[in-house]
């Protein structure tokens, strides 16, 4: 009955699957991330210095730096619109195989909308693109050439000076390619700050983890790394290159205590209300490959959020490792693994069957160093 409803209901919010190279017009490259937000892949020290110091916009450097950033925001939006057509043309062809009468309308309705957002951002953009090709022209001849030219070039980029303060409130993401040390703090007391610091492993560069010391613990995380991927069979033909689900995981340690953290990424918002939430206590099974299984209880309910870029929905899930688990990770791959949501059980097969095995392994390695 369930794959009955996400037939009917599966809406293709998909616009962004992995991590993206885009180049733009102004041949700039920029990495897009799984949710919409991107970063330039050149020149990313210097922008990110602008956007954590905007005092300096009196210098020549902010507006030449953020005629670039102008642009590829304009880009990354005209894409992701586009995307976003593509996705709904393909909805409203499947309402109308389904004859579905409601869902026929409102595709309509949203692309009559999407036309007009493409047209005024595609508007928007060839202007930004006007403006950074003038600003490259300054960078190469390493002179203002045109008082007058310079002069609009500021003009231009004071008036959209509103893109700043989206900017700096957007969670932007460093680049997978760079080590980097972000202070995620946010308004905890100074002297309880944590320190926090990318690792990677010389021995070992597959091994990439986060170290987090605060006064009283340290953490060992490891990065998120593909566990799953899951399409019922009557679906495939709907979803095609795309997955319904899609499960993240890594283990990390807090002082002597191991954690599993479970992220399951549902590629519609409509296929979320056949799944439901996983409450407080529900079950997370693994199943070994020399048959061993180990139940876990989620420690806290996930009713899922919707990501404001993609519309699909993420949930959360974090589980106790006991010693038991740890010696089996150590030595046995991961055959399946199952959940119970709030609306019954489902197993999925295992394709990247030694990854915890790999990270158990990186944290053993950092906490002999230490």
Known sequence: MRIFYLIIFICFSVLVSGQQILYSEGKQKIQLYENGVYSLVTDVDTVMVHLIRPNVSDSIGYYLVFSKII?????????????????????L?????????????????????????????EDLYSN??????????????????????WERLKKYVDSKDYLLKIIQNRSLMPPAETNVTLDITGKTDV??????????????KNCSVTEIVKSKTIELQNDFAPFFTYTPERLKSYLKNENLLKGKIRLRQINNQYYLDLTLILNSKDAAKSYGNIPENNMFRIEFINGIRLN????????????????????NLTFNVGKEMLNLIDKVPIDHVGLM?????EKYNIYEIDVL??????IKSLNRQK
């Open 93 to 121: 062809k499947i309402a109308k195989e389904e004859n579905n009468l409601n869902h026929i309308s409102d595709n309509k309705k949203k692309l009559k909308d999407l036309r007009i957002k493409i047209k005024d951002n």
């Open 341 to 345: 949501w709030s609306t019954g059980f």
């Open 71 to 91: 642009e590829a925001e304009y880009f990354v939006a005209n894409y992701l619109l586009h995307k976003e057509q593509d996705v709904t043309n393909l909805s």
């Open 191 to 204: 002297l309880d700050k944590p320190e926090i610091k990318k690792i990677i492993l010389e021995s070992n």
């Open 128 to 149: 930004a693109l006007h403006y950074k090709t003038l600003a490259d022209h300054i960078v190469v001849n390493d002179s203002i050439t045109s008082h007058k030219k």
């Open 296 to 315: 876990f209880k989620n420690l806290k309910n996930s009713g899922g959020s919707i990501e404001e870029y993609s519309g699909r929905v993420i949930y």
């Open 357 to 362: 095995m790999n990270q158990y392994k990186c």
